[in-house]
């Protein structure tokens, strides 16, 4: 078996309309049947995951936070791999009134259309962070912190290397995370900048996709999707 892990983005990845259809938790399972690790790396906090999916064990591990929390599903357990949250810079979003505000352990998240005031609060706080994008959403991460931070300490924690996984996304933030896996994978409806850098592009669009790799995965550990496929150059 050459590929040993598959990670996998969320929303309009292996979920659509934030839910996961049941062909793709199916999917899942048939991935993990071979005896394969399944890492869930997610920009969402714990809650908003909550709010939309409920088989968390369905993972070996779950990155949140776009890679500044570690969860352990079956221990319940999380680790922290960032400082948190500025109580400063929340309590000044907040009184921006700033809509929507997500705000995790690590990590605050808002609509794009934001991103000049959020600059702003940020040059006043002298804050030393930094915006990450997701299609319409941005999110203020500590210095240092992208998904690939917390890939990199999943696969530590299941004992494997980034030679042997496969890694699966379609937006901004998804690139540190594909560069940090064995082979990148971009779903058909990926920013562009993401099926540029991957090694490969699907021709189905998200859950599709999805269920398309992992096929793949079980059936032929990628070689048929890998023959078509350029190398990344």
């Excluded at 890679?67 to 599903?73: F, I, K, M, N, W």
């Excluded at 900048?193 to 021709?203: E, P, S």
Aim: hydrophobic fraction near 50%.
């Amino acid at each position: 078996m050459r590929f040993r892990v598959l990670a996998c983005d969320y929303d309009r990845t292996i979920a659509l309309n934030a839910v996961v259809p049941d062909a793709n938790r199916r999917a899942l399972r048939e991935v993990a049947a071979t005896g394969r690790r399944l890492v869930l790396v997610t920009g969402r906090t714990m809650t908003e995951l909550l709010d939309v999916f409920d088989e968390l064990r369905l993972f070996d591990r779950i990155v949140l936070e776009n890679g500044a929390v570690v969860h352990d599903p079956a221990r319940g357990a999380d680790r922290l791999l960032a400082p948190p949250v500025s109580a400063a810079l929340v309590a000044e979003l907040e009184r921006l009134r700033m809509q929507p505000l997500a705000v995790g352990r690590a990590i605050c998240a808002t609509a794009a259309q934001n991103e000049r005031q959020l600059m702003a609060v940020l040059g006043d706080l002298r804050l030393d962070l930094k915006l990450s994008y997701n299609r319409d959403s941005v999110m203020v991460l500590p210095a240092g912190i992208s998904k690939a931070t917390g890939f990199n300490a999943a696969l530590g924690e299941l004992g494997e290397a980034p030679p042997s996984t496969v890694a699966v996304g379609d937006g901004e933030n998804d690139l540190p995370l594909l560069a940090a896996a064995g082979v990148g994978v971009a779903v058909e409806n990926a920013v562009e900048a993401l099926k540029q850098q991957a090694d490969l592009t699907l021709t189905q669009a998200g859950t599709e996709g999805f269920r398309r790799l992992c096929t793949s995965l079980v059936m032929h550990d990628l070689a048929d999707l890998l023959e078509v496929s350029p190398a990344r150059a």
